[in-house]
C-alpha cells in the first residue's frame, strides 16, 4: 500500500538557520506529494504540492522537489524563524485513494 | 470564500451525551471528510462525502454519524462517546477527486473534543 516515512523530531534550529525535514515514500502509479503545516492549536495548512516527477513545490520560502528516483519530497528553507514552529505533515495521494499522511515533525525555532 | 467553518471549537461531553459536531464550506467542493486526530499522531480518516452520497467509512464505531445535509455542510454526530474518542475533529472539502489525484484537502481549524 501507499506509505510515507518522515524524519523523527523534533528538529530545533536557531533562528535563520537552514531547514531541511526529510520525507521519502512508497506509492503504486503516480502519487501526488503535499507539505501540511498544523500551528499549534490550529488545524491543517497546504504549505506546498508538487504533482509529477522533478516538479517543485515551493510557498512562504519554503521548497521540496518531487523526486522519483529517490521517492523523496524532502522539505527546505533557507532561513527559518520563530513563526515556523510547528508541525509539518508529507502527505501523498495516488490515483482515487485516500490522502495518506506520514507521522509529522515538530520544527522549534528559538530566536 | 476559501474557508471551511467548524463548530464549536471545544466541547466536553460526558459519556451519556449526544452532540454534534458541524462544518460548512462555500468553495463549491463536492467532497467533504473527517478526520480525527490524536495528540502528536497523524490525522486519520474516518468519513468522506461524494456529492452528498458516504464514499468511505473507515470501520469507524456506529458511536460516530455522519450526516451530509447538501453539499455545503458536513455533520458529525455523537452518541455514547468512551474517554478515548478524545481527539481533534478535523473536517476537510476537496473538489471530487479524479484520476490526476492531485485535488488538494482544506481543512478546517477543527473541533477539540474531550469526553469526560
Known amino acids: 500500500g501507499n506509505s510515507v516515512t518522515q524524519m523523527e523530531g523534533p528538529v530545533t534550529l536557531s533562528e535563520e538557520a537552514f531547514l531541511t525535514i526529510n520525507c521519502t515514500y512508497t506509492?503504486?502509479?503516480?502519487?501526488?506529494l503535499f507539505w501540511y503545516v498544523q500551528y499549534p492549536g490550529e488545524g491543517l495548512q497546504l504549505l506546498l504540492k508538487a504533482t509529477k516527477a522533478d516538479d517543485k513545490g515551493s510557498n512562504k520560502g519554503f521548497e521540496a522537489t518531487y523526486r522519483k528516483e529517490t521517492t523523496s519530497f524532502h522539505l527546505e528553507k533557507g532561513s527559518v524563524q520563530v513563526s515556523d514552529s510547528a508541525v509539518y505533515f508529507c502527505?501523498?495521494?495516488?490515483?482515487?485513494?485516500?490522502?495518506?499522511f506520514g507521522t509529522g515533525t515538530r520544527l522549534l525555532v528559538s530566536p | 470564500d476559501t474557508e471551511v467553518t467548524q463548530t464549536p471549537k471545544h466541547l466536553v461531553m460526558g459519556m451519556t451525551n449526544k452532540k454534534s459536531l458541524k462544518c460548512e464550506q462555500h468553495?463549491?467542493?463536492?467532497?467533504m471528510y473527517w478526520y480525527k486526530q490524536k495528540a502528536k499522531k497523524p490525522p486519520e480518516l474516518m468519513f468522506v462525502?461524494?456529492?452528498?452520497?458516504?464514499?468511505i467509512n473507515e470501520s469507524v464505531p456506529s458511536r460516530f454519524s455522519p450526516e451530509c445535509p447538501n453539499s455545503s455542510l458536513l455533520n458529525l454526530h455523537l452518541h455514547a462517546l468512551q474517554p478515548e474518542d478524545s481527539a481533534l475533529y478535523l473536517c476537510a472539502s476537496s473538489q471530487v477527486r479524479d484520476r490526476s489525484g492531485a485535488n488538494v484537502l482544506t481543512f478546517g481549524a477543527g473541533s477539540r473534543l474531550t469526553v469526560l
Open positions: 468553495m463549491g467542493h463536492r467532497a
Open positions: 502527505a501523498l495521494i495516488a490515483g482515487f485513494q485516500k490522502l495518506v
Open positions: 462525502y461524494s456529492y452528498e452520497k458516504l464514499s
Open positions: 506509492a503504486t502509479g503516480y502519487p501526488s
